[in-house]
């Protein structure tokens, strides 16, 4: 059985900084890209950071470069997102996500890409 469970998220303030982490079980992660995105009530799940199985590319959504970092460890089965410089509108739920990709460079950017998902978890940010 695959399980992502995301760590808490929680309430911090403007400029604030917060890092996700992503456990993953039942399947071998270095076939696996990784992906982080969010979602608020009443708009589509929004990509956030992917980043492939084993080489390391990583992608960003423009609204988070340069304050956000995903990266992984595939020996512990883990994902990670780190927000520096939040802001108000971060605040989403985060999900981690999983999609086959075998070994390499792929990455994906889109929610239908992936199949494995966690059940997201709460992020605030007060101005």
């Known amino acids: 059985q695959v399980q992502l469970v995301e760590s808490e998220g929680g309430v911090v303030r403007n400029g604030d900084s917060l890092e996700l982490s992503c456990a993953v079980s039942?399947?071998?992660?270095?076939?696996?890209?990784m992906g982080w995105f969010r979602q608020t009530p009443g708009k589509e799940r929004e990509f956030v950071a992917a980043i492939s199985a084993t080489s390391g590319h990583t992608a960003y959504a423009d609204s988070v470069k340069g304050r956000f970092t995903i990266s992984r460890d595939n020996v512990k089965n883990m994902a990670y997102l780190k927000m520096t410089f939040l802001r108000p509108e971060d605040t989403a739920t985060y999900y981690c996500a999983a999609g086959f990709t075998g070994y390499g460079a792929r990455y994906f950017t889109t929610p239908a890409q992936f199949a494995h998902w966690g059940q997201g978890t709460q992020v605030t940010v007060s101005s």
């Open positions: 039942g399947l071998t992660l270095t076939n696996f890209a």
